[in-house]
T-cell receptor, first 112, second 112 residues
Framework: DVKVTQSSRYLVKRTGEKVFLECVQD?????MFWYRQDPGLGLRLIYF???????EKGDIPEGYSVSREKKERFSLILESASTNQTSMYLC???????????FGPGTRLTVT | GEDVEQSLFLSVREGDSSVINCTYT??????LYWYKQEPGAGLQLLTY?????DMKQDQRLTVLLNKKDKHLSLRIADTQTGDSAIYFC????????????FGRGTSLIVHP
């Protein structure tokens, strides 16, 4: 089974802190994604990566950056966390040959 | 308007059928999906349908696609309390990078 793991299930940070969210997949997938999920808004794509060291902006990249130094790991960085970044963050991966995305369990981030 | 629209809530009685509806705007959509998100978990692909199909059945699940009206539905027969979850409709487009566009999600509540 494909496994996508996220470093934390719950995280509480203060405004202005630098925040790292880590995602690891074990299926050698080329594509990895970061979404945020907010009630009533569904999933919104922040960034995605189709290869090591490659990244593309999604629909809402402002205030975020990403890093993909190894194929299995995709990190989401909040350079200076703000309260409007309080949300559920979901990581996903997908093989280049497939249409199915595999999701991690999510990290619920609260910025106070 | 939004690319993928679905109602936010549906409440059904255990044992009844549930029908979750979705509309999309892009006629070039190639794959249409239903993802399920159980409480506290990430999304999991439930079923999918190619745009050249009208119907797909998989045990208790029936997906109907009306390409003319750009309408997708998911019917769950004999709905159980374990079916309580958020259901996301999603589509990917021809010629794109196969990154799905998600609807806002429909919360299905199954009561005894």
């Amino acid at each position: 089974d494909v496994k996508v793991t996220q470093s934390s299930r719950y995280l509480v940070k203060r405004t202005g802190e630098k925040v790292f969210l880590e995602c690891v997949q074990d299926m050698d997938h080329e594509n990895m994604f970061w979404y945020r999920q907010d009630p009533g808004l569904g999933l919104r794509l922040i960034y995605f990566s189709y290869d090591v060291k490659m990244k593309e902006k999604g629909d809402i990249p402002e205030g975020y950056s990403v890093s993909r130094e190894k194929k299995e790991r995709f990190s989401l960085i909040l350079e200076s966390a703000s309260t409007n970044q309080t949300s559920m963050y979901l990581c996903a991966s997908r093989s280049g040959q497939s249409y199915e995305q595999y999701f991690g369990p999510g990290t619920r981030l609260t910025v106070t | 308007g939004e690319d993928v629209e679905q109602s936010l809530f549906l409440s059904v009685r255990e044992g009844d059928s549930s029908v979750i509806n979705c509309t999309y705007t892009d006629s070039s959509s190639t794959y249409l999906y239903w993802y399920k998100q159980e409480p506290g978990a990430g999304l999991q692909l439930l079923t999918y349908i190619f745009s050249n199909m009208d119907m797909k059945q998989d045990q208790r699940l029936t997906v109907l696609l009306n390409k003319k009206d750009k309408h997708l539905s998911l019917r769950i027969a004999d709905t159980q309390t374990g079916d309580s979850a958020i259901y996301f409709c999603a589509e990917t487009r021809k010629g794109g990078s196969y990154i799905p566009t998600f609807g806002r999600g429909t919360s299905l509540i199954v009561h005894p």
